[in-house]
């Protein structure tokens, strides 16, 4: 097996090159022209629950600056622009009346992003589900899987004329076990019976919006969702108990979605934690999908003796996370090998990133960790596609510095740097190189 690419290596006609966002994360303009509260807003506004007591109440304004975004973006070279709509924004409740100011926002921000060239993915939940909703129970009451499902068919309804590639969700691991297992993002609760409930809810609310949007279309439109899946590797991958523990480890967290998405059953012994689940639930999670949106940041290590940390020799980004690009092709051609018996659709990274501590100096940000980080996975995306797995897009995280959940914004993941209080931009050296590599839609190493 080569591991290394090819230098004359291009990528496949059509390849797709974005970045990530998310409402929450960039729009602020918390509480404009009628949006409603979410989770996210009551999250952070109470004391002790994010990094400096931060919030996205003004993020990085992009409410009012997704004009200038959009153009730095498209002089990117870029091709695609992935973001989230606010539900909240468009319907503050989660239930009844939609709100015409905030719809119009969204109708505004697709319109420049089709008239700069850059096609739209819109992710329907990326965390911020109306404060409304959370007070009937959030994703613990399948009443919300329903409520989510009508959202989906209107936002079909009113954007699907000019926006054909729709996410169910970012990340439902995410909200399951930050937000309602471990009590580290909103809505903050601690508890695994909740979470096990949720971790359902969430698929069959995935299924309910995909009948909801391909029922409203009125154009054709691509369907997909958003999985932080990662690949397990044994410490000692000579160590039969570490290698047994890896592909036990592998099995549980991929096999957890890909399995009722893919297939429509749950591994053994998953039914056992969720206490409301219906006969006909997993046929309707079980639904076609046009694509897999996978994000990648890190591999997860295993072993039966104590794992170092930082195990030696390997980088670190500012979060803590192992630097470690090899395991994405891993991940991606251990999906194709384990699911090309079920219906596995084409594939997007649709996050991969890393934060670094940058400075801006004379107008300069020069981070060439970034870059390294972002040129060795883009390498690997590469060298999976050669190994026959199709992949048709990478949307490097993110196209701006902005609000890092529970870390606020100590934590910069951008291409383009953002100062917080002037709310100026700037492209990181790092940005510029991926322009490149866009514009020639190859590593050109
Ligand atoms: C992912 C989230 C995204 C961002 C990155 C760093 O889990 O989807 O919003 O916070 O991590």
């Known amino acids: 097996m080569n591991d290394r690419l090819p230098a ?54 992009q409410y009012h600056r997704f004009a200038e975004d959009i153009e730095l973006a498209r002089k990117l070279n870029l091709n695609a622009y992935r973001f989230s709509i606010a539900w909240p924004r468009v319907q503050p409740g989660g239930r009844g009346a939609f709100n015409e100011a905030g719809m119009d926002f969204y109708d505004r921000k697709i319109d420049a992003l089709l008239r700069a060239g850059l096609e739209p993915y819109i992710t329907l939940y990326h965390w911020d589900l109306p404060q409304e909703l959370q007070d009937i129970g959030g994703w613990t009451n399948r009443e919300v899987c329903k409520l989510f499902a009508d959202y989906a068919a209107k936002m079909v309804e009113r954007y699907g004329d000019r926006v054909k590639f729709w996410t169910t969700f970012n990340e439902p691991w995410c909200t399951t076990f930050l937000g309602y297992a471990w009590g580290i993002h909103a809505p903050g609760l601690k508890d695994d019976k909740a979470a096990a409930q949720v971790a359902h809810n969430l698929l069959l609310a995935h299924g309910l919006a995909c009948i909801a949007a391909r029922a409203a279309a009125q154009q054709a439109i691509e369907l997909g969702i958003v999985l932080n899946l990662t690949i397990t590797e044994p410490l000692h991958p000579q160590n039969d108990e570490d290698v047994k523990k890896a592909e036990a480890g592998w099995r549980r967290d991929c096999g957890y979605y890909l399995d009722p998405l893919l297939r429509g059953v749950y591994g053994p012994g998953v039914t056992d934690d969720i206490a409301e689940i219906e006969p006909e639930d997993l046929a309707i999670i079980n639904q076609p999908m046009d694509y897999l949106g996978i994000n990648y940041y890190m591999r997860s290590v295993v072993s ?13 980004t500012q979060m803590g996370w192992e630097v470690y690009a090899p395991a994405l092709r891993t991940l991606l051609t ?112």
Not at 304 to 316: F, K, L, R, V
Not at 336 to 343: G, I, L, S
Not at 382 to 405: C, H, K, M, R, T
């Open 8 to 61: 004359n290596f291009v990528f496949p006609r059509d390849f797709v090159w974005g970045t990530g966002t998310s409402a929450y994360q960039v729009e602020g303009a918390w509480n404009a022209d009628g949006k409603g509260e979410s989770i996210w807003d009551r999250f952070s506004h109470t004391p002790g629950k994010v990094a400096s007591d931060e919030n996205g109440d003004v993020a990085c304004n």
């Open 304 to 316: 039966n003796a104590p794992i170092p940390s930082p195990i030696d020799g390997h980088e670190y």
């Open 334 to 445: 251990r999906i194709d090998k384990d699911y090309r018996d079920a219906y596995l659709p084409k594939i997007y990274v649709t996050e991969n990133g890393a934060a670094f501590e940058d400075k801006l100096v004379d107008g300069v940000v020069d981070d060439p960790r970034r870059l390294n980080y972002l040129a060795t996975h883009i390498e690997q995306v590469g060298l999976a596609i050669a190994d026959g797995v199709d992949v048709q897009g990478y949307f490097a995280w993110s196209l701006l510095d902005n609000f890092e959940w529970a870390e606020g914004y100590a934590r910069r993941f951008g291409i383009i740097y953002v100062d917080f209080e002037s709310q100026e931009r700037t492209v990181k050296n790092s940005g510029k190189w991926l322009a490149q590599v866009a514009a020639a839609n190859s590593l050109q190493r």
